[in-house]
């Protein structure tokens, strides 16, 4: 079984430094390879550049490795239509307690810390020492940022982006395709596919297109 990254961006890179971490604690795959659109027929960082056509020519499981939401969402479909498993990728270091749920596909780099009776769910990506406290739900696909710190019972629903060093207040609710700009403090509910940004963050204006970078 082959490992394919889909992505090989900077996202990319960073997620095949965390597989070979992976691999070398616990031999996982037979081999490791990237899977890209736009750019295949290369090698990078030792590792071969793929079509997903290509790639998909022999058994293999997927780790999307992109930090738009949207895009995760859209990629993971594609790749479950064809019958592939989502690769869930947990950094060694991390301890998760029998009591927290993690969805097939998710992405743990190091130093993140999930607390008791937590919900992850599928294809989301929680970057180096973002943390998540008790009792939370985060949706499918959402990008969690390094540095970031959800308090107890938040929600974050499908498909949000949280920039770095953002700080979400416990029970706070926020809506899918919203993106939280990096260093706010969430003190209040955010409503679906809005921008908010600032300390204390404020609903700056809808998120029309989906996207966090243009």
């Not at 990078?44 to 022999?58: C, N, R």
């Not at 710190?149 to 207040?169: C, E, L, P, W, Y």
Request: net charge neutral; aromatic share 6%.
């Amino acid at each position: 079984m082959k490992l394919a990254i889909y992505g090989a961006g900077g996202m990319g890179r960073e997620v095949l430094i965390l597989a070979r971490q992976i691999h070398q604690d616990s031999p996982r795959w037979d081999d490791i390879v990237f899977i890209d659109d736009i750019a295949p027929g290369r090698v990078l960082k030792g590792v071969p550049v793929m079509s997903f056509e290509q790639a998909i020519a022999e058994p293999i499981e997927v780790a999307i490795a992109v930090g738009e939401p949207a895009l995760r969402a859209k990629l993971a479909n594609k790749v479950r239509e064809q019958g592939i498993s989502l690769a869930t990728l947990i950094h060694p270091d991390i301890v998760v307690s029998d009591c927290t749920r993690i969805g097939a596909g998710c992405v743990l780099a190091k130093g993140v810390f999930l607390s008791c009776d937590v919900t992850l769910g599928e294809n989301s990506c929680m970057q180096a020492f973002s943390s998540v406290g008790h009792d939370a739900y985060i949706g499918n696909d959402v990008v969690i940022s390094t540095y970031v710190t959800t308090g107890g019972n938040v929600k974050v629903h499908d498909r949000v982006f949280i920039g770095m060093s953002a700080v979400i207040q416990e029970k706070v609710n926020v809506g899918a395709d919203t993106i939280i700009g990096m260093g706010a403090a969430v003190f209040n509910d955010i409503a679906a596919s809005m921008i908010a940004l600032g300390n204390p963050a404020r609903v700056m204006r809808k998120n029309d297109e989906k996207r966090v970078f243009k």
